[in-house]
């Protein structure tokens, strides 16, 4: 049975026993229940992989030792009613729903079960609200602290009476309302930078004047209709040479605009050129061109000294982990962690 919890936590991660050890567990969220065990849900898609896992063993083996991290607790039922209707929570009980929210066109069995799977469709919802929680904590402690990485989460798709596109529960959306509301921030900056557009985080948050969305997104790709963000970059598959550039004047013009005091980075892996999903074929960027996007986004905003926090959001495939792992090494270096001169992916 689904059940919520407490949102945040303070302890996981191994016992810092030296200092720079004792700093990363300031900037990364993290929980080992973050890799989803999709075949007792009788799942085969390659969302799921365990990036957050793959990032800290590539960080494991620059550090000499496994980096501490903070474990987050599920999101609370009243924290996601902020931003979801009771009636769609409570749908989410149901695994009919979570049909719809997967694509699927299976039968279920009498008690929810998809062919082959031991647990029921609905309780994966279990799993979103751990990972949701973790995005809410990460918020918080770049607020105190500066930067932080959650190692999962950022469900853009859903929408505040809808589910879809894999995601369930808005935490982008959620940890936003959430900051505003504790009053840790006055004007708070979603960036958005998968290859789909964060079409239900716009929807969440429009209207708000003191939230700024910005979103660079496929032109081609899924969702063949968009939401309207603050700021909308949409990049043609001919146009993807200019990539870097269009992200990067936007952005800047966006921050000056907007001075935001808390960002949010939606740092979707899915543009890379390993990304195996069939519909992310209009955008192919190297890893070179993927790395100067995490460098110049967490150099922009550690400049301006303006806390971030990031959630991975899409990626698919078992190669993807590398994008995530230079945005997250780069907070890291920028959050005064020492690395030694043998580090990058190449």
Known sequence: MTTFST???????????RKRFADTRRHLVFHPQYQTDLP???????????????VLRR???????????????????????????????ES????STWLEIFELKEELDALGRLPGAVKPFHTILDDFLLK??????????????GMCANLGGGYHHAFPDQGRGFCAINDVAITVHEILRE????????????????????????????????????????PEEKSVSN???????????????????????????????????????????????????????????MQKRSEFIIDLFAERKTPL???FAGGYGPDVWEVHYHTVRQLLARSGVTFGAAARIT
């Open 7 to 17: 949102d945040s936590d303070c302890h996981g991660g191994p016992d810092p026993s």
């Open 40 to 54: 007792a849900y009788g799942l085969n898609q390659p969302f799921a992989l365990d990036r957050g896992a793959m």
């Open 59 to 89: 960080l494991t083996m620059e550090l000499g030792q496994t980096p501490a991290y903070e474990t987050p607790r599920p999101l609370e039922r009243q924290q996601v009613t902020r931003v979801h209707t009771e009636a769609y929570l």
């Open 92 to 95: 989410l009980t149901q695994s």
């Open 132 to 145: 949701a929680g973790g995005t809410l904590l990460s918020a918080r402690k770049a607020i105190a602290g």
């Open 183 to 222: 009053k840790l921030a006055e004007r708070v900056m979603v960036v958005d930078v998968d290859f789909h557009q964060g079409d239900g985080t716009a929807r969440c948050l429009a209207g708000r004047k003191d939230v700024y969305t910005f979103s660079i997104h496929s032109h081609e790709g899924w």
């Open 231 to 289: 700021k909308d970059i949409a990049v043609a598959e001919k146009d993807q040479a200019r990539y870097l550039e269009m992200l990067q004047d936007g952005l800047a013009a966006s921050v000056q605009e907007f001075q935001p005091d808390f960002v949010l980075l939606v740092d979707g892996s899915d543009a890379y050129e390993k990304d195996v999903l069939p519909g992310t074929k209009f955008l192919k960027l190297p890893l070179s061109v």
């Open 309 to 311: 926090s990031l959630v």
